[in-house]
């Protein structure tokens, strides 16, 4: 693996705030291990109200943090940090997205590279021409498509979309701040997710039906924006949000956690969720929804437990404790294997490398050719 440090500038929707999003556990995990690796990386956020007021940090210790108040205020006050570094990365969701990116690719003078966290959900918007932070002529404008869905998607993104290189950067967990410890079971069965329209049928039938089949045991939900119609039963807690810095606790008091997917990442497949990998981690048993792909993350019935309706929740909930706490094991064994931080840092330093060196050949291929004329008349002479 090579050794070359690198100047990175990440442009991405918040590494301050965990509120309603996913993408600030993912970056503050994968940029706290580039930074182990020796490279320099700075963080930009736009500042919006939503996030300041539900802020975690302000400053981290592996990036610099830089917070701008709009487009404009981003192109002249970090016009300098995006010309000369070596990569740039334009992550999904971002304010103005589209402007962003195409300032990125007229202005970097080195590798630019679109992050995208939520590749299902990005392709079916730009299929209905109402994707606010990508648009169809920018893939190709990258020199590299990181992108959260693997698989057949992969294909698609590089033949449709003509993005020159395409490659999976699935999430990851930060094992220094997810693992077992010992807690006071508070749940049966626990889920932790913002809320979507579509994700609402399969938590209605996996949790909230079985909650009010099951008045003897306890039931968690926790994350933001669920609407005020929902009526919860009384045996299950809503939690309006969770800061990072308590999930591992939230994760250690449930002997289950349930993982459900949204609709476009069900139909893609090969989207594991960064909720997955925390669970695993803490070395909680893990029921699931079932997608393309999912083979090959964990193995079902050894290391995760698929469920369709609420028998098969039911019947996984009489599971031994035993046989539970294997399960949650070789899960958490797995993970630590391959998909903590460390390994998606060493994946994404080896693909941010690779394609500086052809964009470097390609460079001097051409400037190679330009010499030739002017080379040929000077041995003539």
């Known amino acids: ?96 997205g589209i402007a962003v990116g195409e300032w990125v690719t007229a202005v970097a003078r080195n590798g630019k590279a ?39 998607t992969l294909g698609y993104i590089e033949t449709q979309l003509r993005a020159p290189r395409a490659r999976a950067l699935y999430c990851s967990v930060d094992p220094a701040l997810y693992f077992p410890e010992k807690r006071d079971q508070r749940w049966d069965l626990a889920y932790l997710g913002t809320y979507a329209a579509d994700r609402q049928p399969a938590l209605d039938e996996l949790l909230r039906s079985v909650a009010g089949l099951h008045p003897e045991k306890r039931f968690a939900v926790a994350g933001p924006q669920y609407p005020e119609d929902i009526i919860w039963p009384e045996n299950v807690l809503r939690i309006e949000h969770l800061p990072a810095t308590e999930h591992r606790e939230f994760y250690n008091s449930q002997a289950f956690t349930l993982n459900l997917t949204r609709a476009d990442m069900r139909k893609a497949g090969y989207s594991p969720s960064v909720r997955l990998f925390e669970a695993a981690a803490c070395g909680v048993a893990i029921m699931s929804d079932e997608w393309p792909g999912l083979h090959e993350i964990f193995t079902p019935g050894t290391e995760i437990l698929l469920v369709r309706n609420a028998g098969d929740v039911t019947s996984n909930m009489q599971m031994d404790p035993e046989e539970r706490f294997r399960l949650a ?36 291929k051409r400037s190679g050719s330009r010499q030739r004329p002017e080379a040929a008349a000077l041995s003539s002479r």
Not at 120 to 134: E, F, H, I, K, M
Request: some cysteine.
């Open 1 to 96: 693996m090579s050794q070359e440090k690198l100047d990175l500038v990440f442009i991405g929707l918040t590494i301050t705030s965990t509120w309603g999003n996913g993408h600030a556990t993912t970056y503050r995990a994968l940029l706290k291990e580039l930074r182990k690796r020796g490279h320099r990386i700075t963080f930009l956020e736009r500042d919006v109200p939503w996030y300041s007021e539900n802020r975690e940090f302000s400053e981290l210790p592996y990036c610099e943090v830089g917070l701008y108040g709009s487009l404009d205020e981003l192109r002249e006050r970090y016009a300098e940090r995006v010309k000369q570094a070596d990569f740039v990365i334009v992550g999904s969701y971002v304010p103005d």
């Open 329 to 364: 094991e070789r899960a958490r064994q797995r993970t630590l294997r391959f998909h903590t931080a460390g390994v998606r840092a060493l994946e994404l330093e080896s693909y941010l490398v690779q394609t500086l060196s052809s964009l470097r050949g390609l460079k001097a």
């Open 114 to 152: 679109f992050y995208d966290i939520d590749t299902p959900v990005t392709l079916a918007a730009l299929q209905a021409g109402r994707c606010q932070y990508l648009s169809a002529a920018l893939p190709q404008k990258y020199d590299l498509y990181l992108s959260f869905t693997g698989g057949p």
